[in-house]
């Protein structure tokens, strides 16, 4: 299916789910799962079909009669065997008067039962939805186009409908949903190929799927190449990663837990890429139940602010050679105190790689910009030990609307090329990136450029004072001003706004904890 043909009919089915919910009295959360759960089911219909086709042939006769199929006819073949009460043919043509929303229930049971990966998963709200509704609904996913769809158009269409339920409110705390073009850059960047992935503030599994989407653009089988381990604190996320990793052909290892006090991975020093969009600037974590955890051993931060947690949960989540790859709060890569003392050991470790700053609306629930951390412990046996690479990517974006932004693909892959040329490997050219490339690096060499990139000493960052801000090191590009220049400079100012404003915070903390002792 050409692109266009996907790009329309995911608007399409999204405009005709989306009109149901409107003559409902449903608000978009209680919607957006089990309409997740019927993407899932149509998909799983449809491999289901593909298989059956492949499979019934093989199968002997005898007495003119074909052997039936069996669950364990199905096995290694990426897709799920299906009761007759699960399959959608036998839904969406279930006579009026038998009760479609228990009918949905119970081809959800069903098919967990087929897969114990997808145990408890799925939605089973159903009952909940007016029978017209969910009639109409099965109708919209029944459609010609996806009759014979594939799973790349059904995962892209699972992963258009979680963009527009994020962006229409279903999401909560920004907590399910990394936006995709963040996610890509962080996969290309750290180019998770082999072993063992991990996420361990997985939300709907996104990390994981554009892993997927990584290596088949490498040519190879992601369930060959990686094996997948995530954990997520909020119950109805774990569902909605399961669902995800089911609807694109993977498979892992999902829990629920709470990654500041569990670790049920046993994750110290066990994986070979880590990636993650932690919550930012939480409070409230217990110290004393976190202290002598070896995964903090680097220290305990000052503050109420956990995400100097986080950052040592990833550091010390990965092998001798891992890679790892994360969103972070601005205000992380200045925090002083107890956080500048961990950052600075991190700093002399020589893992920390790369610094990416983005620009604000990324995100769809909060304007705030943030930094994509890298860290690298093959580096220090590397010619880069020492050294960091700092990117600043505020000026590059693609402008979706008034609130939102995202990256091209050909931005994407400028951005990984700039990681790339400092790392002394080939540049990529799939996206069309050539024109950006041979405008900031035309020898096809690495090398700084003003208001782009820079690579600085471990000394420069210790005169920086421990600092991983890229603006810091980047500087500004020399350019002839004009009218159209006031908004990008008014942007500037707001973001440097932000983030001195959360110093002020931290500051802020810090003066009342040390008048309570004083005061004590």
Known sequence: MAKPTIQNLEADLWEAADQLRANSKLTANEYSQPVLGLIFLRHAYNRFLMVKAEIEPTLPVRGGVRAPLQASHFQGKAAIFLPEKAQYSYLVNLPEDQDIGKALVEAM???????????????????????????????????????????????????????????????????FLTPPSLVRLIVNVIEPDHGIVFDPACGSGGMFVWTGYFLNEQGTEPSKAVTIYGQEKAETNTRLSRMNLAVHGLSGDIREANSYYEDPHQSFGKFDFVMANPPFNVSGVD????????????????????????????????????????????????????????????????????????????????????????????????????????????????????????????????????VRLYRGLPTESRYESEEMMKEHFPEGMYQDVAGLCKVATAADIEAQGWSLNPGRYVGVAERQEDDGDFRERLEALNEELERLNAEARVLEERIGENIVKLLG
């Open 287 to 418: 110290k004393e139940r976190v202290k002598d955890d070896k995964r903090f051993q680097l220290g305990i931060p000052s503050t109420d602010n956990a995400n100097y947690l986080w950052i040592q949960i990833f550091y010390h989540s990965l092998s001798e050679k891992g890679r790892a790859g994360f969103v972070m709060a601005n205000s992380a890569a200045d925090a002083r105190g107890a956080e500048m003392e961990i950052r600075k050991k991190l700093i002399q470790s020589g893992a920390v790689d790369v610094l990416i700053s983005i620009g604000p609306n990324f995100f769809y629930t909060v304007t705030l910009p943030c930094t994509l951390w890298f860290f690298d412990r093959a580096k220090p046996r590397t010619g880069k030990n020492g050294t960091v690479l700092f990117i600043d990517a505020r000026n590059i974006f693609r402008q979706l609307d008034r609130a939102h932004r995202d990256f091209e693909p050909k931005q994407i892959e400028f951005l990984a090329n700039i």
């Open 109 to 175: 049971e069903l098919i967990e039962a087929q897969v114990p990966m997808l145990s408890g998963a799925l939605p089973k709200e159903y009952t909940r939805f007016e029978p017209k509704l969910l009639r109409d609904l099965l109708r919209i996913f029944n459609r010609d186009a996806l009759q014979n769809a594939n799973g790349d158009v059904f995962g892209r269409i699972y992963e258009y409908f979680l963009n527009k339920f994020a962006m229409s409110g279903a999401q909560e705390g920004g907590e």
